[in-house]
């Protein structure tokens, strides 16, 4: 018996689909500037060592509305407190002292000023882009390849199981179809649940026979086509070991030891042993009906040729000898 994929690009179009929703559900991050990124840093780094509600102006001691001269003076003013030489013993002081220089001109700066008072305003942004992330992170190639492997692993994981209930749930309905079919086309009160009927397949009505709840025969071509066995049972779960990380060097491996692994033959082998059973259960039960009916024919005359006499006798055909 011959088995034809019904569903051989399900997988891919589904992997397709799922990215494809991935990236359109990213949403649109305004793009932020290297003299933001640096304002992030050092609002990160101040709250960090001085508290969550300190920002630049209350730590210089200024208001927010501080004139250049103002805040220079608040500069002079602190730098003299932290400086490093003034105090050896204290840690923190050297780090003081490099945020201050920082901060003070960002302020003095009229664009980076104005930047950081947008921000002072409304927030810093809690989200602030790959870009941000990238360049304050800075992954090595090997981490970015990881990354992404283990990104298009789940990917194929999650189209290999939505393929796999497709598939199963499609098959599903061909059976109840057929069923259908069977019930409305079958003489009143003699409707039956497993048998030959037809289903719709691509805006076709193709033969097909029903062979159990789950297992069902689709007749493509009546003259050359050749059947399509579909079983619920022989559908494939995906599991870890058939994602392509693992699956492909498990091939290389066993390929430079001289062993052939092909996960898709095992799967056709499968399929190929459930249709074998069936095959050998329809051959019993043919051979089983064969047998009964010779000894029925032993029983009634030792397997001799009788013919059927027109004339009816007790209201029965009575078989005579020639």
């Not at 939505?162 to 079919?181: G, P, S």
């Not at 000894?295 to 397997?303: H, I, V």
Request: net charge positive; hydrophobic share 35%; glycine share 8%.
């Amino acid at each position: 018996m011959a088995r034809v994929k019904f569903f051989k690009n399900q997988g891919i179009l589904s992997l397709l689909l799922i990215v494809m929703v991935v990236f359109s559900m990213i949403p649109k991050v305004k793009a932020w500037t290297e003299a933001d990124f640096e304002i992030f840093d050092i609002v990160d780094a101040l709250e960090k060592a001085e508290g969550k509600d300190t920002n630049f102006y209350n730590w210089l001691g200024v208001a927010p509305s501080a004139t250049q001269n103002e805040i220079s003076k608040a500069y002079r003013k602190l730098s003299l407190k932290w400086h490093p030489d003034k105090n050896k013993g204290d840690p923190k002081a050297k780090e003081r002292f490099t945020r201050l220089g920082v901060i003070v001109s960002i302020l003095r700066d009229p664009t980076s000023r104005e930047r950081y008072n947008f921000f002072y305003k409304n927030g810093v942004p809690r989200w602030r882009g790959t870009g941000y992330l990238y360049s304050r992170f800075r992954p090595g190639l090997g981490t970015v390849t990881v990354v992404l492997l283990l990104i298009a692993a789940g990917m194929q994981h999650i189209a290999g199981q939505i393929n796999y209930h497709q598939e199963k749930r499609k098959i599903a309905q061909f059976v109840a179809e057929a069923r259908t079919h069977m019930i409305h086309d079958a003489p009143k009160g003699r409707a039956a649940t497993l048998g030959r009927s037809y289903v719709e397949v691509g805006q076709r009505n193709m033969r097909c026979e029903v062979k159990g709840d789950n297992y069902i025969v689709v007749y493509p071509d009546e003259r050359t086509g050749e059947p399509i066995h579909l079983n619920t049972e022989w559908v494939t779960k995906p599991t870890v070991s058939d994602l392509f990380i693992i699956a492909w060097p498990k091939r290389w491996i066993y390929k430079a030891l001289g062993k052939k692994v092909e996960l898709e033959e095992e799967y056709e082998e499968d399929v190929a042993e459930g249709e074998e059973e069936v095959s050998e259960k329809e051959q019993k039960k043919a051979s089983d009906t064969s047998s009964t009916k010779k000894k029925a024919l032993r029983k009634r005359g030792g397997g001799e040729k009788v013919n059927v006499m027109g004339a009816k006798v007790g209201g029965r055909r009575r078989p005579a000898k020639n």
